[in-house]
């Protein structure tokens, strides 16, 4: 499983009701049933990755998060993961308070632009930036809006949400020695994952 669905399993409570956006093969679905039994669903958009999931047995669906979460009712859910989706949605802002409104928690992952790679490659090649996680030319990436942590805690604040918990990890899921510096961890974390509810 990867590193950040890791962490995001470790935020999650026992026998709780889950929806995960953006669930890819339902890995992290899998893994909430088996070790806290939760009642976790998927989400996402590819119907080839929604096949892998439901093949498995998995309780997921296709569905885009732009447009399909308007017909969840309110607290449906005690946890609404978004893991490395938000770059990719076209309104992030409005899948943020949706998925507030359906759920008490809302959990979000995403690579941070701010991390000084990006920055030192932007600076001397003039270029968008590549990385593991960032590894396609700008024009064949899905990811239509990039966000640093220190972008992600702006709007947290703009729109009134609580972070509850955050951490800033790299790549290989060790996390970041200046997660509880907001401006050391723009510069250093790989991804950021944050833990949020409505203040």
């Not at 892998?52 to 005690?78: C, E």
């Not at 991390?115 to 270029?127: C, D, E, S, V």
């Not at 899921?173 to 949020?196: D, E, I």
Request: glycine share 8%; hydrophobic share 45%; aromatic share 8%.
């Amino acid at each position: 499983m990867r590193v950040d669905l890791a962490l995001i399993a470790g935020m999650i409570a026992p026998k709780t009701r889950v929806l995960d956006i953006g669930c890819s093969d339902g890995a992290l679905i899998e893994h909430l049933f088996r070790t806290k039994q939760c009642d976790a669903r998927g989400l996402d958009l590819d119907m080839g990755a929604v096949t892998q999931a439901v093949t498995r047995g998995l309780p997921a669906m296709q569905g885009d998060a732009d447009t399909d979460l308007t017909a969840y009712p309110d607290n449906a859910f005690d946890y609404v993961v978004l893991s490395r989706t938000l770059q990719a949605v076209e309104q992030p802002r409005e899948v943020l308070r949706q998925m507030l409104r359906i759920g008490t928690h809302a959990i979000v992952s995403f690579p941070n632009f701010g991390h000084w790679t990006l920055r030192m490659q932007l600076l001397l090649t003039g270029r968008a930036p590549m990385t593991s996680t960032w590894n396609r030319p700008w024009y064949e990436t899905p990811n239509i809006h990039p966000c640093s942590i220190s972008d992600f805690f702006a709007l947290c604040e703009t729109d009134g949400y609580k972070v509850e918990e955050w951490l800033a990890v790299d790549e290989a899921g060790a996390l970041t020695p200046w997660r509880r510096s907001q401006m050391l961890a723009n510069l250093f974390g790989g991804q950021g994952l944050f833990l949020l509810r409505k203040a």
